[in-house]
């Protein structure tokens, strides 16, 4: 199963930590690295964006495939 997220879903700009889900208002594509100012969660953007996306298709897909399990991001 393929799930496709909205092109301007916020993956890289929406704290990834646990219950905090802030997303931030401009994040540049120079920026690689950004703390969230609600939690102060540091985040690498492409690992924050990775497990942002995990999570939407795995909320996407939950009621279809009956609890699957996508692998863990570390």
Known sequence: ?????????????TCSASGCGHKVDKLPLSVREWTCPVCGTIHDRDI????NLQEYAVSSTVSACGGCDLMPLK
């Open 1 to 13: 199963m393929v799930v496709v997220a909205d092109r301007f879903f916020a993956s890289s700009k």
């Open 48 to 51: 924050n964006a990775a497990k």
